[in-house]
């Protein structure tokens, strides 16, 4: 049994993507899927700061300093992109424009709440940013996690451990083992990478989980 | 004649008051206006309430006034930027407030406070420690948390371009906090890299209305 690497993480989570969608990717590992759509599907990716249109990484030579992404990095625009002031980027996030929002996450419960903002440690102050303006407000909201901590802890649970970002949000999660959609009957197990089964999957979730009847293998052409 | 340009720094900064509550545009560095921030140094307004996007970085601009123990409560959604170590500091040893506000209900209530309104229902926060000791409503079935409009003092603001009138352009991803904290002050500043004639701003694409600008200076 193989986990998926983080990049292979990001190329599951585009496939999904639909042609002519408008996606906004959180910071960190959410990013690489732009990576990775897949030819011939035309994506709007909307960043919080006033993006529509969002391009590839810029060549050292090509980096204005006036053009940023979320995570603050170096940005582009496609032709066809616009800018736009803080409010109207709250607005397409907070009124339901945004088709699918992909963010990381610290745990995510069964019933679909999302903890991404704080792990309360007293040493750091804590920062939300945009997160809880996604979570609510997106048509629908993905998630990438690594499927436990580093200590081998899961990070699928019953209820978050962590402060909520917020209540019943997350509609489809990815992590490094396996595929799960979030389902009014609980959590579903879409797809589980190769020599995994159930019980070793149960094994690392502390969230009960359901098999779909049509489940398949996690494949990744990368 | 209406001409809202100053020569100097010093000028536009004339005659903010201790105490008072300062929007600053920008998000990370980009839009930040960097000159009139370290000017407030000299300025010597302090006992300030800073509304931005970030905390600072680095040692220049807010996290200069930070240090320099100007600043008593910063709202903001995301304190932890690059090299925020001036205000991590201030906030071990306790000697600033944090009011953590989800990144666009704080622009929103400062929209709110410039259209004149006295508070807006959002869902965003719902069920969280954010929107503790906040009033909660039920509408049409979904729960919001009131949020109060966020008025600012001052505005200290970044653009492109601007004419004697106040019209303002900004650049790319410069514009972000820009528009929103210029109405929402009552004195609202801005430092520009170009002052142009009135009339070469096509008014179809000025971005910030010179109504809601009071003193130019250009860096």
Known sequence: ?222 | MINKQVAELAAALDGIKDGSTVLLGGFGAVGQPDELIDAMLEQGATDLTVVANNAGTGTRGLAGLIAAGRVRKIICSYPRSDDPRAFDAAYKAGRIELELTPQGTLSERMRCAAAGLGGFYSPVAVGTQLARDKEMREIDGRRYVLERPLKGDVALLKAQRADRWGNLTYRKSARNFNPVMAMAAGLSIVQVKEMVELGAIDPECVHTPGIFIDRIVVI
């Open chain 1, 1 to 222: 049994m193989t986990p998926l690497s983080r990049p292979q993480m990001a190329w599951r989570a585009a496939q999904d993507l639909s042609d002519g969608g408008y996606v906004n990717l959180g910071i960190g590992l959410p990013t690489l899927v732009a990576d990775h759509i897949p030819a011939g599907r035309e994506l709007v990716f909307h960043s919080e700061n006033g993006i529509l249109g969002l391009g590839r990484a810029p060549a050292p030579n090509e980096v204005d300093p006036d053009l940023i992404n979320a995570g603050k990095g170096a940005a582009s625009l496609l032709p066809g992109g616009a800018f736009f002031h803080h409010n109207d980027a709250f607005l397409m996030i907070r009124g339901g424009h945004i088709d699918v929002a992909l963010m990381g996450a610290f745990e995510v419960s069964e019933r679909g709440d999302l903890a991404n903002w704080t792990t309360e440690d007293p040493n750091f102050p804590p920062g939300v940013g945009g997160a809880m303006d996604l979570a609510v407000g997106a048509k629908e909201v993905r998630v990438l996690l690594e499927h436990t901590t580093r200590n081998g802890e899961p990070r699928i649970r019953k209820q978050c451990r962590y402060p909520l970002t917020a209540e019943r949000c997350v509609r489809r999660i990815y992590t490094n083992l396996c595929v799960i959609d979030v389902t009014p009957e609980g959590l579903l197990v879409r797809e589980m990478v190769e020599g995994m089964d159930l019980d070793g999957l149960q094994g690392l979730t502390e969230a009960r989980l359901k098999l779909a009847n049509d489940w398949q293998p996690l494949k990744v052409s990368l």
